[in-house]
Nanobody
Framework: VQLQASGGGLVQAGGSLRLSCAAS????????MGWFRQAPGKEREFVAG????????GYADSVKGRFTISRDNAKNTVYLQMNNLKPEDTAIYFC????????????????WGQGTQVTVSS
């Protein structure tokens, strides 16, 4: 499975961005999908995840109420809508796929995409 993330950029605090991750080479609709991020000098951390159907979702406490994950299985794409962005959201964002259909926290992803940079200025 190949994952291609896009949509990152530079935005002011309080602004919004929408990340996309397009999957190919595998049965997208059977995977849990999610987003992680890694800030400079920090470990990679979970941000949001969705079950194979999108019916169940999970979020890190730091983004609850601001970020929304969704997926379109017909387009083999998962999205991360990020609103009310804060400088502490600055990081490289990675999408990931997990063969566990229901694991909305993607405890052990099987595939990773390349990252997309998100920078939030104060």
């Amino acid at each position: 499975v190949q994952l291609q993330a896009s949509g990152g950029g530079l935005v002011q605090a309080g602004g919004s961005l929408r990340l996309s991750c397009a999957a190919s080479g595998g049965p997208f609709s059977v995977y849990s999908m999610g987003w992680f991020r890694q800030a400079p000098g920090k470990e990679r951390e979970f941000v949001a995840g969705a079950s194979y159907s999108g019916g169940r979702t999970g979020y890190a406490d730091s983004v609850k109420g601001r970020f929304t994950i969704s997926r379109d299985n017909a387009k083999n794409t998962v999205y991360l809508q990020m609103n009310n962005l804060k400088p502490e959201d600055t990081a490289i964002y990675f999408c990931a796929a997990d063969l566990s259909r229901w694991d909305t926290y993607l405890k052990s992803p099987d595939y990773w995409g390349q990252g997309t940079q998100v920078t939030v200025s104060s």
